[in-house]
Each structure stands twice: as C-alpha cells, then as structure tokens.
C-alpha cells in the first residue's frame, strides 16, 4: 500500500530525522536537489547528454533552496543557468542560505521578473513547496510565460515538490488563487513519499508526471494516520475450490418503480460479476414484467412497500443490501431505506437513497451502523453534510471532509470522483486516485456510480469488510474502466470486470 503523508507529517519525520543527527537539513536539502536531477535526466535523457539552457526560479524558503542545489548539479552537467529569486536573500533560511551563497560563487541571481523563456529549454520551479500558507499573488506573468511552449514543447517545466500556487494537502490552489497564477508543470518531483495534494482536486492536473524520490528517510516512520493509496485485496477476491453459491453471500438490490429499473439492474449486476453467490433483486410488483424481460442469473422479487421489504429479509442468507440507485423521491423512498437499514446487514446506501434524507439527514443518521458504506457523489454529499461541504470549499481537504462525514455517520463513506476518498468513522483514509498513469476519464458516464455501488453490495456479501469492500470495489472499477478504455458505457463495467481478475490472479 503506498502511503500519502501531509506537509505537516513530512515536516514531523524531516525534523525527527535531523534531530536526530543522522543527517542534517543541508544534506537532505543536497538529496533533494540531486533526486530532482536525475528525475529530470530520467524523463527527458536527451538532457543528460547535451547541456541546454535551463531557467530555476527560486522562492524565499527551503524549497528555494533545493531549486539552488539544482542550479549547480545542472551546471555541473554543463548547463547554462539563469537563476532567479522571489524574494530577500538576506531573509532566506539558514539552508536555503548556505545553497545561495555556494551559487553566487558561481552565477548571478535575478530578482524574479519577466523572465525570457522562449531560449530555455527546461525551467525548474523551486518557489513554494509545502511551506505555501496563502494565496499566492505575483506569479501571473511568470505562471503565464510557462503555459507558452515553442512549438517543440519547451521549456520543460519541473515543480520541485509540488507546483507553486497548489496545496501540497488539498491539492487546491491555495486561498482561491487563480490558476492563470499558479505553475503547471510536466513533471514533478516529490521526497520521501507522495503528499495527498498530488492525487486530490487540481494535483494530478497540475503536476503532469509525478515521481517520488528516496531521500533516506526511511528509518523515519510514516505516521499510523498516514492515508494510503486505495489497492486491491487480491488474495481475499479468489474464490475457495470447495465453496458452494451460499458460501459466497446473497445480494438483494431495492429497485425502483416501472422505467426507472435501470440503475438497480446495473447495481444487481456488478453484484454477481464481482462473486456473490446469489443476487436478487427486489421491485414494486408493476415492474415485475419489465425486469424478468431484462434478468437471467439475478433473482426477482416483489417488494410492495417496507412491509414487504422487512418479510423477504427474514431470510438470514440476505446478508448484504444495496439500495438507491433508480429508487426515486418517491415518498416511500425513506421508509424504504430505513427499512433495508433497520435490518442490520451489510449495506450500500446510494443515489436516491442518500438524497431522500437531504431535508433530514439526521433520520438516515440515526439507523446508519458500521456495517454501511455510504456512495455520494459531491452532490449528494451536499445534501447530506452541508457544513462539511462548505469546508470543503473553502479549501478543507477531501481526505479530512470524509474522515468527518465517516465520523459523524458512524459509517464508511466513499466520496466519489477522479479523487475518490474512501474513510472509516475511526479515521482510516484511502485515495483511489483515477490519476497520472491509472487516469479513467470514460468512466464520468452514466451508471458507472450504479455498478460501483452493485461492486460494493457484490463483496459485502462474499464477507468482505465495509471499507475493505469500497477500497477494492473502488479500484476494480477504476481499472475496469481503464482496461475498456475509449468507448465505455456502464453496462461494460461488469462486463469487463473478468479479464480484470483473470489478470490480477495471473
Ligand atoms: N521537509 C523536508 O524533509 C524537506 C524539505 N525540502 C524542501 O523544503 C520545502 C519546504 O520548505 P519551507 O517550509 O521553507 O517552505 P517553502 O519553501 O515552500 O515556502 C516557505 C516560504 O514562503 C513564504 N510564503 C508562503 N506563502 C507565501 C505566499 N503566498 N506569498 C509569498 N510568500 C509566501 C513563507 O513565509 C516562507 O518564507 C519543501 O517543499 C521541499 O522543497 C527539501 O529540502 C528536502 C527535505
Ligand atoms: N473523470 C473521472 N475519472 C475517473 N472516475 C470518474 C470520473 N468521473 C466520474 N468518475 C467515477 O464514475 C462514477 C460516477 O458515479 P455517479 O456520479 O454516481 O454517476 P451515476 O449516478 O450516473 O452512476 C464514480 O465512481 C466516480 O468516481
Ligand atoms: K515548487
């Protein structure tokens, strides 16, 4: 699992590092700069063969500092440098300081103005890294210079730790600071471990590539709140030789009313792909017809109203529910979720189902238990959690709007997007970034949130935990989406999901 620390944690495990005395701050700073250069030379190894122009802009603290080793590592290969700073040298830190002077043995130093690019073939972005604490004003010209590329493509533009302008927790552009003023780069490099900024909100956009150097810092644990990247329980996805269909679970997915069977069809659906031993799905008898037209393998039920419902589930095999999709704001729709909740087994709550309780959310709350996970996408995440959403905009990360939204549901919360953040109500937190080379944008189709939550109800039932369900719910999905590629509908999600496990069991 690949942990994702934040500035403050990287800030925790720099400073037990150097106090330590196993290293100091200037030599992790000469790591850093030596990791951004041979990242560099890795990503475009025509650079390393022949020097070029090179333009590093560096800011007022450490990662200004960085920017100055880089300046003489480049120089040493034989590139020319221009080096310029935002900023007072005399008030840089101590570091940062001692990098500056070892420059200016060599080269000048330019207040940071209008520098010409157009002849530079690669510019480092060394200005803020993760010590950028407001909106940043200033940049526009600079920022907008770099977003001209020659025809060939350059300059190159590399953030060093993590693009000027971005929060390196958020991944937002701090204070609200317009994105014409921040820098884009094509590649940035990182220490230690990757920080949450780089895969929630505008990071993956803003960073390009991104790659994580080592910087010998591994003795220095990562902290147990660390949240980690979503990953597969592949071993738990296998299914027993000797197992029979109930000792894979019984999924009962709630559908809505006649013509609005589509969602809960595709939910019941990812369901039986994902391995559940049964699935049935329940519909009001009207929609009987139109269903069994539609349903081989999946079951059918007929669920009048929540009466009905709390009978059919008096069969203990029903061990994981699913119920939202298609279900419509029908005025059942709450009785019907409370039902379905009121039973206590594993269950998805999704689309209609969350957004029923928009004008209440505290009823949903009440009857939520930890063995729910709760699929929002940011809509419906806003209508159940206002305040939290607020906090969101005003720039709280994603990871820490979940944790709170999972603390006061007392339930697993997955909010969805290309920057799905999944969270437990003990505050365990995972990204499953649809980013950098794990990119899905097909997926932003109709129904794909469907056979998610179908995903999800699927490995509830095989026994799966909640959070351990939506983390390898998540990334199924995902790479579903990314083993069809251009042309994906959600009907092919389920579809595809075999070859995804086929490959994963080699
Ligand atoms: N933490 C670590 O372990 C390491 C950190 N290193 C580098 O150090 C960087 C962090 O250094 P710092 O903490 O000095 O932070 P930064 O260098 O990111 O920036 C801090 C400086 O910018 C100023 N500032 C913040 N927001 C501003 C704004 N909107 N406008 C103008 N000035 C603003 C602050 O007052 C401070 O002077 C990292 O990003 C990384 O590049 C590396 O040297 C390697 C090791
Ligand atoms: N650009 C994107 N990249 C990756 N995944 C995406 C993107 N846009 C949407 N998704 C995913 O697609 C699904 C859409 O779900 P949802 O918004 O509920 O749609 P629907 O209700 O139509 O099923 C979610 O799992 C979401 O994370
Ligand atoms: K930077």
């Known amino acids: 699992m690949t942990d994702l620390i934040t500035a403050a944690q990287m800030r925790g495990i720099e400073l037990a590092a150097i106090t330590s005395g196993v290293v100091t701050g200037l030599e992790l700073m000469e790591r850093a700069g030596r990791g951004v250069v041979a990242a560099i030379f890795e990503e475009w190894p025509e650079f390393a063969q022949s020097g070029g122009r090179a333009v590093v ?162 003795a220095f644990c990562v902290p147990e709140e660390a949240v980690c990247l979503a990953g597969p329980n592949v071993e738990r996805l296998q299914k027993r030789g000797d197992a029979h269909k109930f000792s894979h679970g019984h999924a009962f997915v709630l559908c809505g009313g006649v013509g609005h069977g589509g969602a809960a069809r595709l939910a019941a659906r990812g369901a039986l792909r994902i391995g559940a031993g049964l699935v049935t799905l329940g519909c009001p008898p009207a929609a009987i017809l139109e269903n069994a037209c539609q349903l081989n393998a999946v079951m059918l039920a007929r669920v009048a109203d929540g009466a009905g419902l709390t009978e059919i589930l008096e069969d203990s095999r029903i061990n994981a529910l699913c119920v939202g999709p298609g279900l419509g704001s029908r005025a059942e729709t709450r009785g019907l979720v409370r039902a379905v909740l009121l039973a206590r087994r594993a269950s998805v709550v999704d689309a209609d189902g969350l957004s029923a309780f928009a004008t209440a959310p505290a009823d949903l709350f009440e009857v939520l238990h930890e063995a729910c996970v709760l699929t929002p996408h940011a809509g419906e995440f806003a209508r159940l959690f206002p305040d939290i959403a607020e906090h969101l905009s005003a720039g709280c990360t994603k990871v820490d709007a979940v944790r709170e939204a999972a603390a006061r549901a007392g339930s697993v919360v997955l909010l969805k997007g290309a920057d799905t953040v999944i969270a437990t109500p003990e505050g365990r937190a995972c990204i499953n970034a649809a980013a950098y080379e794990c990119a899905a944008p097909w997926l932003a189709t109709a129904g794909a949130g469907d056979v998610l939550a179908g995903f999800i109800t699927g490995l509830l039932a095989r026994g799966f935990a909640p959070y351990e369900a939506a983390q390898t719910a998540a990334w199924l999905h995902v790479d579903c989406a990314r083993t069809f590629g251009a042309g994906l509908i959600s009907e092919d999600l389920p579809e595809v999901l075999p070859s995804v496990l086929r490959r994963l069991h080699g």
Do not use: M, Q
């Not at 953030?159 to 552009?173: K, Q």
């Open 57 to 218: 802009l560096c800011g007022p603290g450490n990662n200004g500092g960085d920017g100055f080793v880089i300046a003489r590592l480049l120089r040493e290969w034989g590139w020319e440098v221009e080096v310029c700073l935002w900023g007072d040298p005399a008030r840089l830190p101590p570091d940062a300081k001692a990098n500056y002077e070892r420059w200016c043995t060599f080269g000048a130093v330019h207040p940071l103005g209008e520098p010409v690019f157009e002849a530079a073939e690669l510019v480092v972005d060394a200005l803020f890294g993760t010590g950028l604490t407001r909106k940043l004003e200033g940049l526009e010209k600079t920022a907008l210079a770099l977003k001209g590329k020659s025809a060939a493509g350059f300059p190159k533009v590399v953030a060093v730790d993590v693009p000027s302008g971005l929060s390196a927790d958020s991944g937002r552009y701090v204070g609200e600071t317009d994105v014409d003023a921040c820098i884009s780069a094509d590649l940035t490099v990182s220490f230690h471990r990757a920080k949450t900024g780089h895969y929630l909100a505008d990071g993956p956009a803003a960073c390009g590539r991104l790659v994580i150097e080592d910087i010998g810092l591994d």
